[in-house]
């Protein structure tokens, strides 16, 4: 991690907040702080999902699509600050919040200070003369006054269109984070925490209750009488959803089922993923980026490059694949692969624009480690064995979890998977052949150690 910021204030922000931008920045930093176990990264990805929840939250769930870069008619009026200002709200503070940013009297951009850190928490710190996670405390109580001054200023407009495929990416970033922070900090809590990642007092629970009511409201508001559209705004859903409506949702219901496991998301994730090879399938391979029977056009689009947004057809391939390693279904794989073949040559002179492509791609040569877990909820074991399991960035791994008897319509990957000896079992398979079955967290975690990467 850098101990240093760049004072580069010829990096002017956009002021414009996206939605998409902001799921997608969660997920990036939930990756960098699962890989490395560093508590800055998860501290800009729980302060991300914080923004989105705050600023771009329907009172009935699902997000708004963006708020305006402008306020009464001033680009950055709503986040910009003077000196004086910010030394008036922070009082006795103000000279350690003035060291943190930098600020002058001057400004940073146009006579107004745009907030950028200076110094790291640690160097802040001992300036200061305060204990190692002091300046991280008194930080956040400056933010806090800072933020209740703004939110006195006018608003910049909100575009509160809730867009599916947007959604989708969103509800990923909150299921994801649930398996991230656990409720309990200790080493049988699931995903992958650091034991002194104390900085939020968030947990899990907190961002799993906000990605079911997200889940919940997309599978009824936006999916009117079994139909997936694209957007819903003041009580009216309306467009034919496009191709990454529909995957982006898949993706997003199947993380959380590897979250909470509840087989309802499974099942919409999967009949989702077969309407959309029913409605946007192209023989040549790949998906059309509209509906077989939506409106007429002269010629169906099929973007395939990766833009703001991954392309449609790459979050397809991708959920297809991890459909697949859930399933053990061959023509979900077949048409992913078929997907590839679309891309191969451009993503190898242009990878960083394909790079949820190539994500994919990695998916699906890569050995998928498949866990599957039976057992009563309730026992302490289960809940261990799925701690291990949900524990930390692993990419190229899927987990299903079912008490017996299996639920209507569960993941073919726990089919046939009895408990040893009537306790709680976990199964390590690749290809759906498995290893021994383990009956305890520590055995599976020795298991998950001694297979290949997964």
């Known amino acids: ?21 902001n799921a997608q920045l969660a997920c990036a930093y939930l990756n960098a702080f699962q890989c490395t176990g560093e508590t800055f990264y998860g501290q800009i990805a729980q302060e991300t999902l914080q923004f989105i929840e705050r600023e771009l939250t329907h009172p009935q769930s699902g997000f708004f699509s963006s708020l305006d870069a402008d306020s009464q008619g001033e680009e950055g009026k709503f986040y910009t600050w003077q000196a004086e200002e910010i030394e008036s709200t922070l009082s006795a503070d103000w000279q350690f919040f003035r060291a943190a940013y930098g600020i002058s009297a001057t400004g940073n951009w146009q006579g107004q200070t745009i907030l950028q850190r200076a110094l790291d928490d640690s160097t802040l710190a001992a300036r200061f003369d305060l204990p190692a996670a002091g300046a991280a405390v008194k930080l956040a109580e400056c933010h806090a006054k800072l933020l209740a001054v703004r939110n006195i200023r006018p608003r910049p407009n909100c575009d509160d269109k809730i867009i599916t495929a947007w959604n ?23 995903a992958g925490a650091a034991p002194d990642s104390s900085f939020s007092d968030l947990s899990g629970l907190h961002y799993l209750n906000l990605a079911v ?17 694209r957007a819903w705004r003041n009580g009216k859903s309306s467009g034919d959803a496009a191709l990454e409506d529909y995957a982006a949702l898949v993706l997003g219901l199947l993380d959380l089922y590897e979250t909470d496991f509840n087989n309802r998301w499974f099942c919409a ?9 029913a409605g946007y399938s192209d023989p040549a391979g790949g998906f059309f980026d509209t509906l077989a029977d939506g409106e007429t056009l002269l010629l169906r689009p099929k973007d ?11 979050l397809a391939a991708e959920a297809l694949l991890r459909l ?13 692969e078929d997907a590839f073949r679309l891309i191969a040559e451009n ?7 394909y790079a949820r492509w190539l994500s994919a791609v990695d998916f699906g040569l890569a050995q998928v480690k498949q866990i599957a877990i039976l057992g009563a909820l309730e026992a302490d074991e289960t809940l261990k064995m799925l701690a291990v399991a949900q524990d930390g960035y692993h990419p190229n791994r899927v987990v299903a979890f079912s008490t017996l008897p299996l639920t209507p319509g569960a993941p073919a990957l726990l089919e046939n998977r009895p408990l040893v000896g009537g306790n709680p079992s976990a199964y390590v398979c690749e290809g759906f052949t498995c290893k ?13 150690k001694s297979t290949s990467v997964g």
């Not at 991690?1 to 931008?21: A, C, G, I, N, S």
């Not at 409201?217 to 009488?225: D, E, G, Q």
């Not at 859930?326 to 048409?335: E, G, I, P």
């Open 436 to 448: 021994t079955p383990v009956t305890s967290a520590d055995a599976l975690k020795a298991l998950l």
């Open 347 to 353: 993503a190898v002179r242009y990878p960083t624009a």
């Open 168 to 190: 989708g990416l969103t509800l990923s970033a909150f299921a994801r984070a649930a398996r991230a922070f656990p409720a309990s900090k200790t080493e049988n809590s699931p």
């Open 324 to 336: 697949a390693a859930l399933t053990d279904c061959a023509d979900y794989r077949a048409r992913a």
């Open 1 to 21: 991690m850098l101990k240093t910021q760049p004072r580069l204030y010829d990096w002017v922000p956009h002021f414009e907040k996206m939605l998409y931008d």
């Open 213 to 229: 009511r997200s889940a919940d409201f997309l599978l009824t508001a936006l999916r009117p009488a079994g139909k997936l559209l």
């Open 269 to 277: 994730a999967r009949e989702l993923a077969d309407e959309m090879i």
């Open 304 to 314: 395939l490059q990766d833009n703001a947004t991954p392309s449609g057809n790459a």
